[in-house]
T-cell receptor, first 114, second 112 residues
Framework: NAGVTQTPKFRVLKTGQSMTLLCAQD?????MYWYRQDPGMGLRLIHY???????AKGEVPDGYNVSRLKKQNFLLGLESAAPSQTSVYFC?????????????FGNGTRLTVT | KNQVEQSPQSLIILEGKNCTLQ??????????LRWYKQDTGRGPVSLTI?????NTKSNGRYTATLDADTKQSSLHITASQLSDSASYIC???????????FGPGTRLSVLP
């Protein structure tokens, strides 16, 4: 049981380049999330999905796009990378949003934009 | 503004000692409070989840408390081990939307 798997683990981009981060979960969870983690700050929500084919904006969505074509996959795209997007990106999934349903996180993608 | 604060920012203790981490929040409307452990280079892992009506919950050597009146929570670690070295993140969930408000974490180092 792999849980939540993120690829790639590391990536260096030049300003203006594009890339896609892949998140895959094998727990049949409906809810999936993309967060970014910056030093000294709490995780911030970029985009989320409440089910296959749905996406919604979170707290810091600008400069990012997402897609959830299959229930198990949630893709995060950067169309034109900027140095401000240098961060560690975490994908998470959960069975439901409330109650005792914990968030299950991947191990992150460390992105550097030069 | 919904906010979660944690103290101390970092903490160093000796193996076998106990410690307590603090979390204060100004989040409304409150749904539940969670503690996560994040090892270096890894994603956060859930330790406890407490709803409004729960004031304590344990997970092995980890015990979380919640005072919903003062909007404070604590995480107590008993008989610390080297493997407890990690960041501990307090997360508060709202009753609406998809928002979890994350604290900045407390970095705990356990030395032999």
């Amino acid at each position: 049981n792999a849980g939540v798997t993120q690829t790639p683990k590391f990536r260096v981009l030049k300003t203006g380049q594009s890339m896609t981060l892949l998140c895959a979960q094998d727990m049949n969870h409906e809810y999936m999330y993309w967060y970014r983690q910056d030093p000294g700050m709490g995780l911030r929500l970029i985009h989320y999905s409440v089910g296959e084919g749905t996406t919604a904006k979170g707290e810091v969505p600008d400069g990012y796009n997402v897609s959830r074509l299959k229930k198990q996959n949630f893709l995060l795209g950067l169309e034109s990378a900027a140095p401000s997007q240098t961060s560690v990106y975490f994908c998470a999934s959960s069975y439901s949003r409330q109650g005792n349903s914990p968030l299950h996180f991947g191990n992150g993608t460390r992105l550097t934009v030069t | 503004k919904n906010q979660v604060e944690q103290s101390p920012q970092s903490l160093i203790i000796l193996e076998g000692k106990n410690c307590t981490l603090q979390c204060n929040y100004t989040v409304s409307p409150f749904s539940n409070l969670r503690w996560y452990k994040q090892d270096t280079g890894r994603g956060p892992v859930s330790l406890t989840i407490m709803t409004f009506s729960e004031n304590t919950k344990s997970n092995g050597r980890y015990t979380a408390t919640l005072d919903a009146d003062t909007k404070q929570s604590s995480l107590h670690i008993t008989a610390s081990q080297l493997s407890d070295s990690a960041s501990y993140i307090c997360v508060v969930s709202l009753t609406y939307g998809q928002n979890f408000v994350f604290g900045p974490g407390t970095r705990l180092s356990v030395l032999p």
